[in-house]
C-alpha cells in the first residue's frame, strides 16, 4: 500500500481492496476508505486508547463503527472499523432538504440523550476540556487562523490565554449524557431521509449536552452560508434545530461551547 507500512492483522483484512483517501475536516490522522471498512492511522496517544474503549462500549446502543481489528506498532496506531451507512448530513442531497437534514441531525442527538451512561467508561466533561485547553494554550497548539473572525482582536478576546481565563471563570451548569463532541454535520449520517449513525467519535464520551447543540448549530449555520464547499444553502434555518429538539436555546450555553472549541 504505497508508502504505508501496516500491521499483518490489518493487512489480512484490507489485501486487494481499493481505497480512497479522506481528507475532510482538520484531523492529523490518515484515513483510508474502503467498500466496507474504515482504516485510521494515527500517532500513538494514550487517550486513543480511551477512544477505543468508547467505541467498543457504544456497539449495539447507537448505529457507529465497530472496532474489526486494533493494532499498535512503533509510534503509530491503527485502528480499522465497519462502515456507517448512507452520506454526510452536508451531501448536496439534504442541504437542499433541509427539514428532512434538520429532523435527522435532532434525532440523532435525542438517541445520544436517551442512552443509559451509568457505566460509559469515559467522561468528557468541562474538567477534562478545560485541562486539555490550558495544555493547548500554554504549548501554542492554538490555531488562530481557524477562529471565528471575531473571536480574537478588536472587539474580542486579546488572545488564546484571555480567552481560557474567561472560559474557566464562567462555567455553566450542565446537564450530563451521551456526548460525540464533535456534532458537525460531516460527522451526522443520513439515509433514505433518517439518520442513520455517527462518525468520528474521538471525543465522545458523558459530556454536556449543549456542547453538542453548540457544535451542531454553528456547522448548520456555517455550511449554510458556503463556509465550506461554497455553495450557498439560503433554504436552511439553523434555529430549526431547537424546533426539532423540543427546546429553547440557552445562548450563553451556546456560545460558550463554540467560544471552548476555538482552543482546540
Not at 481505497?19 to 474502503?34: A, N, P, R, W
Not at 486579546?158 to 456526548?179: F, G, I, N, Q, Y
Amino acid at each position: 500500500m504505497e508508502d504505508i507500512k501496516l500491521p499483518e492483522s490489518i493487512q489480512e483484512k484490507i489485501a486487494g481492496k481499493k481505497y480512497t483517501i479522506d481528507d475532510i475536516g482538520k484531523s492529523e490522522s490518515k484515513v483510508m476508505i474502503f467498500d466496507d471498512a474504515v482504516l485510521k492511522i494515527v500517532k500513538f496517544r494514550e487517550r486513543n486508547e480511551k477512544v477505543i474503549q468508547m467505541i467498543r462500549w457504544m456497539e449495539g446502543k447507537v448505529p457507529a463503527p465497530r472496532v474489526l481489528a486494533y493494532e499498535r506498532e512503533g509510534d503509530y496506531q491503527y485502528l480499522l472499523m465497519s462502515k456507517v451507512k448512507g452520506t454526510m448530513s452536508c451531501d448536496p442531497y439534504y442541504m437542499q432538504r433541509p427539514n428532512e437534514m434538520i429532523r435527522a441531525l435532532a434525532d440523532g442527538m435525542k438517541l445520544l440523550w436517551s442512552v443509559d451512561i451509568s457505566d460509559c467508561p469515559r467522561v468528557m466533561d468541562l474538567d477534562v476540556e478545560l485541562k486539555e485547553a490550558r495544555s493547548r494554550v500554554e504549548n501554542g497548539q492554538v490555531d488562530l487562523d481557524d477562529a471565528e473572525p471575531d473571536t480574537f482582536g478588536e472587539g474580542g478576546f486579546k488572545d488564546p490565554a484571555e480567552l481560557l481565563s474567561w472560559l474557566e471563570t464562567h462555567r455553566p451548569s450542565c446537564e450530563m449524557v451521551l456526548s460525540h463532541g464533535d456534532y458537525c454535520l460531516p460527522n451526522v449520517f443520513i439515509e433514505d431521509g433518517k439518520f442513520s449513525g455517527f462518525i468520528d467519535l474521538p471525543e465522545a464520551g458523558i459530556g454536556d449536552k449543549w456542547r453538542d447543540i453548540a457544535l451542531c448549530y454553528r456547522s448548520l449555520k456555517h455550511n449554510a452560508e458556503g463556509s465550506f464547499g461554497g455553495a450557498v444553502y439560503p433554504d436552511i434555518d439553523p434555529n430549526k434545530l431547537f424546533t426539532e429538539l423540543g427546546i429553547e436555546p440557552d445562548w450563553d450555553k451556546i456560545n460558550y461551547y463554540i467560544l471552548l472549541d476555538e482552543l482546540f
